[in-house]
């Protein structure tokens, strides 16, 4: 089956610790992304990442880290220095990449990961 | 300022009646509009999108949406909702030059039977 999964589902982490949360997919996308979603709110885009090796912070990116070495790949690290980071987080990827391309293609979501912070 | 408005946090509906599910955008250029749902506790699905022509674009599960450019509307609807149908519906305007999509912050739909 293609399509992008998210581990773990649920995460608990207590203060001063890093987190990593996975993102994988297997639909050959070039561009994926990471949203944290908060209750009542829209999404909010925190990294993106159009192509291997390459990745653009997003509106909220303070406090959090990402790398993109391979394709299917694009974990996300909340650090100690994000203080407020209870939230649900989302994991999406595109077809679309940054040049001659299509840029409207929809986003495929993962199933989420839920971290909460003792 | 890029922004959307869902104007509605809350949406209730009868099952078998129309619905509508409102919003409203300013940003810059001519954006290409989508619509997601989301389910409980599960990330966002597409609906539809879009891109040019018919004002009128048809989706997944019986929703359409209707552009209106001179209002920046792109309201989501669907002529007989199902008690299915109650989800969190999300409307995105995504910016052509990067792939970056700015979301609502959401309207929940109620359909009761």
């Known amino acids: 089956d293609g399509g992008i999964t998210q581990s773990p589902k649920y995460l608990f982490r207590k203060e001063g610790q890093n987190v990593t949360l996975s993102c994988e997919q297997n639909?050959?996308?070039?561009?994926m992304y990471w949203y944290r979603q908060d209750p009542g709110q829209g999404l909010r885009l925190i990294y993106y990442?159009?192509?291997?090796?390459?990745?653009q912070k997003g509106d909220i990116a303070e406090g959090y880290s990402v790398s993109r070495e391979k394709k299917e790949s694009f974990p996300l690290t909340v650090t100690s220095a994000q203080k407020n980071p209870t939230a649900f987080y989302l994991c999406?990827?595109?077809?679309?990449?940054?040049?001659?391309?299509?840029?409207?293609?929809?986003?495929?979501f993962g199933p989420g990961t839920r971290l909460t912070v003792l | 300022a890029q922004s959307v408005a869902q104007p509605e946090d809350q949406v209730n509906v009868a099952e078998g009646n129309p619905l509508t599910v409102k919003c409203t955008y300013s940003?810059?250029?001519?954006?290409?509009l989508f619509w997601y749902v989301q389910y409980p506790n599960r990330g966002l699905q597409f609906l539809l999108k879009?891109?040019?022509?018919?004002?009128l674009v048809k989706g997944s599960y019986g929703f359409e949406a209707e552009f209106n450019k001179s209002q920046t509307s792109f309201h989501l609807k669907k002529p007989s909702a199902l008690v299915s149908d109650s989800a969190l519906y999300f409307c995105?305007?995504?910016?052509?030059?990067?792939?970056?999509?700015?979301f609502g912050s959401g309207t929940k739909l109620n359909v009761k039977p």
């Open positions: 999406a990827s595109s077809i679309g990449g940054t040049s001659g391309g299509n840029f409207y293609n929809e986003q495929f």
């Open positions: 639909l050959n996308h070039d561009a």
């Open positions: 990442s159009q192509i291997v090796n390459d990745f």
């Open positions: 940003v810059s250029g001519n954006p290409y």
């Open positions: 879009y891109i040019t022509g018919d004002n």
């Open positions: 995105a305007p995504l910016l052509y030059n990067f792939n970056k999509f700015y």
